[in-house]
């Protein structure tokens, strides 16, 4: 465990000037949004657009960077050397990414506090967000999509040139296509899978003087598409420690 954390400070380290200047941009980014729709006296459906579209931009960055740190770990030589197990190799970047949205959690809650009370009249229970299990679905689903990344990165690096690339593009077009295909059949009674969050989210407004904003997300057979996600994410995770092991090292 503690190797696992050591390579997660040697990512952190080399990806810690890139991480540290797009903070602070979506820092600025965020107070500023806030500050000229107060000023201009924005729509308060338009600041939350613009505020959301800065979360994305920032979250898409960090998605981009542990993609590429997952990428340079198998490349770089000096990294396979290390006896360590194959699965650091693979987790390490991944809980750099869930570390990255943890502060960006942290940053948005008291965004949405401050925001609630400079450009609103209510006030949104974070605690509703949290607690509420369309939230962790959608965590799930963006874990898997990154590892479905992680897998398509694997396989281009099993085959050389240029062929590699395009099998690993043509992988994660498959994968997806059939993840989405099997959960399709085998939950046909779903009418929200996990990976669609936002399209159930539920606002409600309590008559209370300070106006909480109350949130849910109705996520209808909620464990069964869960657990088959889990499943295929250790799926993927033991596909790629066997094509590290087998086939990347051995190359080495």
């Known amino acids: 465990m503690m190797n696992l954390l050591k390579l997660v400070k040697y990512d952190w380290k080399r990806n ?35 505020t959301f579209l800065v979360y994305l931009a920032i979250t898409i960055s960090l998605g981009v960077t542990v993609c590429r740190t997952y990428e340079r770990n198998l490349r770089y030589f000096n990294r396979r050397l290390l006896p360590l197990p194959a699965l650091y190799t693979v987790l390490s970047p991944l809980l750099l990414g869930i570390a990255g949205l943890i502060v960006i959690g942290v940053v948005g809650v008291i965004h949405l506090i401050v925001l609630g009370s400079v450009v609103d009249s209510v006030h949104l229970r974070v605690f509703d967000i949290l607690a509420d299990r369309g939230f962790w679905a959608m965590l799930i689903s963006c874990i898997l999509f990154v590892l479905i990344v992680f897998s398509s990165i694997t396989v281009a690096k099993v085959f050389r040139g240029k062929k590699g690339s395009w099998i690993g593009a043509a992988l994660f077009v498959g994968l997806q296509l059939a993840i989405q295909w099997v959960e399709t059949k085998l939950f046909p009674s779903m009418n929200v899978s996990t990976d669609q969050f936002f399209k159930s989210v539920n606002v409600k407004i309590t008559d209370s003087p300070d106006q909480v904003v109350h949130v849910q997300a109705s996520v209808p057979n909620f464990w069964g598409p869960l657990l088959f996600e889990a499943a295929v994410i250790v799926l993927l995770v033991y596909m790629m420690t066997y094509l590290i092991n087998r086939k990347i090292q051995a190359r080495g």
């Open 16 to 50: 810690a000037g890139f991480l540290l200047i797009v903070g602070a941009l979506f820092v600025l980014t965020g107070g500023a949004v806030t500050v000229y729709s107060e000023v201009k006296n924005l729509e308060t459906d338009l600041i939350y657009v613009l």
